[in-house]
């Protein structure tokens, strides 16, 4: 059983940045598919930015050109760097992984964007 444990949500005003990071209980090399997605109130969860097995990334429309995703062997950790950060953004913002062709969720790190 793989843990994804999120932080470094909060409360950040529009325009401001944040960045979350995802440590998971195995070595984050031994995991494929890394990605963070995010769901808004009453809203679907969405995909934000991911790893794809080859090692290249998807973002989502919303994120592309203020988001980055990173993964950092040697901190163990997937982040994710956000700028320009407007109120439809405020979400639960989940990690996720695969291994095994298992598939692993966190509990969420909640961003809200507010005056």
């Known amino acids: 059983q793989v843990q994804l444990v999120e932080s470094g949500g909060g409360l950040v005003q529009p325009g401001g940045s944040l960045t979350l990071s995802c440590v998971p209980s195995?070595?984050?090399?031994?995991?494929?598919?890394m990605g963070w997605y995010r769901q808004a109130p009453g809203k679907q969860r969405e995909l934000v930015a991911r790893?794809?097995?080859?090692?290249?990334?998807n973002y989502a429309d919303p994120a592309k050109g203020r988001f980055t995703i990173s993964r950092d062997d040697a901190k163990n950790a997937l982040n994710l760097q956000m700028n320009g950060l407007q109120p439809n953004d405020t979400a639960v913002y989940y990690c996720?992984?695969?291994?095994?062709?298992?598939?692993?969720w966190g509990k969420g790190t909640l961003v809200i964007v507010s005056p």
């Open positions: 790893f794809t097995n080859l090692g290249r990334i």
């Open positions: 996720r992984g695969l291994k095994n062709t298992m598939e692993y």
């Open positions: 195995e070595r984050i090399f031994t995991m494929t598919g």
